[in-house]
Nanobody, 115 residues
């Protein structure tokens, strides 16, 4: 079992920045692939950014050049740095850890981009 706890969401003006954190309950090593997803009201959950099994990263086209996923293995934490935020980035952001057989989700953190 892996528990994921997100933090760092909030209200920010357009053009602003936020950094989300996802703390895992234990070291996950290479067993799980970590990523960030988001879900806006009335929309399906969508991929924002993820590591791949080879260690590279993938981003949704809508966030490329603005968002950066990173991790600190010593702290068992994954981050999502979000810059140049837009109103359309408003959503609940979820941390995800997936293996070949199981998928874990955090409880989500709200990000609201509004003036």
């Amino acid at each position: 079992q892996v528990h994921l706890v997100e933090s760092g969401g909030g209200l920010v003006q357009p053009g602003g920045s936020l950094r989300l954190s996802c703390a895992t309950s234990r070291s996950i090593g290479s067993t799980y692939v970590m990523g960030w997803y988001r879900q806006a009201p009335g929309k399906q959950r969508e991929l924002v950014a993820t590591f791949t099994r080879s260690g590279s990263t993938n981003y949704a086209d809508s966030v490329k050049g603005r968002f950066t996923i990173s991790r600190d293995g010593a702290k068992n934490t994954v981050y999502l740095q979000m810059n140049s935020l837009k109103p359309e980035d408003t959503a609940v952001y979820y941390c995800n850890a997936r293996s070949l057989v199981v998928n874990y989700w955090g409880q989500g953190t709200q990000v609201t981009v509004s003036s």
